[in-house]
C-alpha cells in the first residue's frame, strides 16, 4: 500500500525544499523525494559552490592589491586543493542545516529517483521500493547542463559548469562557449586563478538580457584583466592536437582560432522532464522539455504542478523559492498574486559584479514608454574610492511621464548587495519623487543609488 500525505514533491533543490518548508509550516503532512542531496543544483553543484570559488578569487585580488594600502603581504598563490575543500565544507555545512530544518518541520525525506506511476493519482514510486500519494503532487525535478552538438561534456577536455566546480588543477588556457551570467563568472574565476580566458558568444552581447550599459562595462573590464570577449561568433570547428584544442569561430568578417587546454561549455540548462513518468500524460511539455504550467503554477492535470527549473521561469533559485510558496498557498486556498517575472531580482557574481531589477532602457523604450535615465558611476563614490573598486554605475530607468522607475541597473563593487531598495522601488511602483527625500546612510556604495533617483528631480548634489 502506497503512503499517502498532503503532498509530494519530486525533487529537493530550492523549489522543492522550499514548497516541503513553507507546506509544512502550514500544517501540511509533506513527502519530499530526493535522489541526491537536498538542496539540489544550487546547493551542491551551482550557485552556492559557485560563489564560494568566487570569494576564493576576491580574497586572491585583495591580497595583490594589498600593498596599495601599505600592506605588504607578498605575492600570493592559490592552493586549489584547500580551496575545494572550503567549498566542500560550506556545502556540507549548509546541507546539514537544511536536513535539520526539514526534519524539525517533520517532513518525510525519501531517498532515491522518484517515478509517477500514475498522475491522475499523484502516485510516486521511488527507487528505494517506496510507494507515494499525495492530495497533490508537486514536480521540481530542476535542470542539468545542456551541451552543444559534437562539443559532448567528457570531464577532461570539454567541461560542464559541474567539472569546472571540481577542477583541481588551474589550467593554463581556457575557452568558455557562452557569455550569460554562468559563463561570465566561470570566467572572472578562471581569470583570477591564473588561466588565460577567451569568452565566444553567439549573441552581438555577452550578459543577454543586461543594460547594454552595464553590459559594456563588465566586458571593459574583462579586457583589462585580459579576458578575450568575441560577442556575435559561432563557433565553426574543434580540433584535438595532442593535448591541445583548437577552435575555429566564424566572427562575420572571416574566421578566427584559439588554441587551449579546456572548453568549457556554458549555453544555459535543459529542464529535466524526460524519464519521471509524464510520457503519454496530459501533462504539457513543450518541445524544449518544459512543463507548461498557468500563473498558478498548476499543469493541465488537476492537483499537478510544476516549479523552479522544470518551467520555462528564470532559472535563479529565488524564483523558485516564490514559486514554492505561491504553489503553496493554492494548494491550501489561499489568495496570491501571479509572479511577475519581469520584475524579478538578478544577480551576476563576476568581478565586476551585476545586479538588475526591471526594464532595461531598450526594452521600457520597446513597450511604448517614454524614458529617462540617469547614470552615475563609482568613481566618483567616496565608498569605492576607499575601496579602490570604482569601476561600475548605477543606472536608473524611469517613466518620464509619471515618474515611476522601471528599472533599476548596477555594476561594480559588491552590486548584488546593494539591488535591495531597487528591487523594492521598481516593484511598488515609486517614483522618483517617493525616494528623492529619503536620506541614504555616507559614506556607502548604496547611497549612489539615491544620488541616482536624486537627478531625475532636476536637482542633485554631486553631478
Known sequence: MAEHFDVVVLGGGPGG???????????LRIALVEESRVGGTCLNRGCIPAKELLQTAE??????????????????????????????????????????????????????RGTIVDVN????????????????????????????????????????????????????????IGGGAI?????????????????????????????????????????????????????SNIDLAGNDLVLRFDTGNGT??????????SVGRKPRSAGIGLEDSYVDIDERGYI????????????VYAIGDVVSTPQLAHVAFAEAILTIKTIIG???????????????????EVSFVGLTEEQAIGRGYDVETSVHHYVGNSRAKIMGETAGLVKIVADKETGVLLGVHIVGPWATEQLGQGYLAVNWEATVD??????????????????????LTGRSLHS
Open 17 to 27: 525544499y522550499a514548497a516541503a518548508l513553507y507546506g509544512a509550516a502550514a500544517g
Open 59 to 112: 580574497v586572491l585580488r585583495a591580497v595583490r592589491g594589498a600593498k596599495d594600502f601599505g600592506v605588504d603581504a607578498g605575492q600570493p598563490t592559490v592552493d586549489l586543493a584547500t580551496t575545494l575543500d572550503r567549498k566542500q565544507s560550506v556545502v556540507d555545512s549548509l546541507v546539514k542545516g537544511l536536513e535539520g530544518l526539514l526534519k524539525g518541520r517533520k517532513v518525510t525525506v525519501v531517498p532515491g
Open 121 to 176: 493519482a499523484r502516485h510516486v514510486r521511488v527507487s528505494d521500493g517506496s510507494e507515494l500519494t499525495g492530495d497533490s503532487l508537486i514536480i521540481a525535478t530542476g535542470s542539468s547542463p545542456r551541451s552543444l552538438p559534437g562539443l559532448e561534456f567528457d570531464g577532461t577536455h570539454v567541461l560542464s559548469s559541474d567539472h569546472v566546480l571540481e577542477l583541481a588543477e588551474v589550467p593554463k588556457r581556457v575557452a568558455i
Open 183 to 235: 559563463g561570465c563568472e566561470f570566467a572572472s574565476y578562471l581569470a583570477d586563478v591564473g588561466s588565460e580566458v577567451t569568452i565566444l558568444e553567439a549573441l552581438p552581447q555577452v550578459l543577454n538580457g543586461v543594460d547594454k550599459q552595464a553590459a559594456n562595462v563588465v566586458v571593459r573590464e574583462f579586457k583589462k584583466r585580459g579576458i578575450a570577449v568575441h560577442a556575435g561568433v559561432a563557433v
Open 256 to 265: 578566427e582560432q584559439v588554441t587551449v587546454d579546456k572548453v568549457v561549455v
Open 292 to 303: 507548461t504550467v498557468d500563473d498558478h503554477m498548476r499543469t493541465a492535470v488537476p492537483g
Open 334 to 352: 489561499e489568495e496570491a498574486a501571479p509572479i511577475a517575472y519581469d520584475k524579478v531580482p538578478w544577480g551576476i557574481y563576476c568581478h565586476p
Open 434 to 455: 517617493d525616494i528623492a527625500p529619503l536620506i541614504q546612510p555616507h559614506p556607502t556604495l548604496s547611497e549612489l543609488f539615491g544620488e541616482s533617483v536624486l537627478a
